[in-house]
Structures are given as C-alpha cells and as structure tokens.
C-alpha cells in the first residue's frame, strides 16, 4: 500500500500481507524490528508494536482492510491478522 511509508509500519504490513488471515505473533513481530540490534530494541517494544499496529489499521482501513489482534491465551502469544474489514465486523 502506498500510503504505509513509515518503514517499520511497512514491515508489519509486509509480514500481515504475506498471509491474510494467517496470525502473526507479536514476538515475531518484534524480532523482525529489533532482532539485529544489538541492545534487542527498547525495553517498550511490545507497547512500540502495539502503537505501530494500531496506526496501521487506521491506514490501511480506507482500502478495506484491517488488523485483529487477540492474546492467543498468554501475553507472550499475542497476534495479528490482516482482515477486509467487512470479515472484522
């Protein structure tokens, strides 16, 4: 989508993209973003994420489609998936 340009926003959209309707988990997420660095990233990263996907799905709803997101039973299993937004509702 054009209007993704911020690039870690469009590196979650990729990896959504990649499979609609597949979830993605959050640790995956994180580990796209922050696995080269050497500090690992922010200590926030997992609230960093939930801010980018939040900003995502307000983006990208206009097209049609938008990001659920569930815990998956754990903290540590929290997902997303891309959805059109007439499946979300």
């Not at 340009?5 to 959209?13: A, G, K, N, V």
């Not at 097209?63 to 299993?77: A, D």
Request: charged residues 25%; proline residues 7%; hydrophobic residues 35%.
């Amino acid at each position: 989508m054009e209007s993704v340009t911020q690039p870690s926003r469009r590196i979650i959209l990729e990896m959504l993209a990649s499979k609609p309707g597949s979830p993605v988990l959050r640790d995956r997420i994180l580990d796209r973003l922050y696995g080269d660095r050497a500090d690992g990233g922010p200590d926030t990263g997992d609230h960093v994420v939930k801010a980018m996907v939040s900003q995502l799905r307000r983006q990208i709803e206009p097209f049609g489609w938008t990001v659920t997101g569930s815990r998956g039973g754990s903290g540590n299993l929290a997902q997303w998936r891309l959805i059109p937004v007439e499946a979300g509702q």
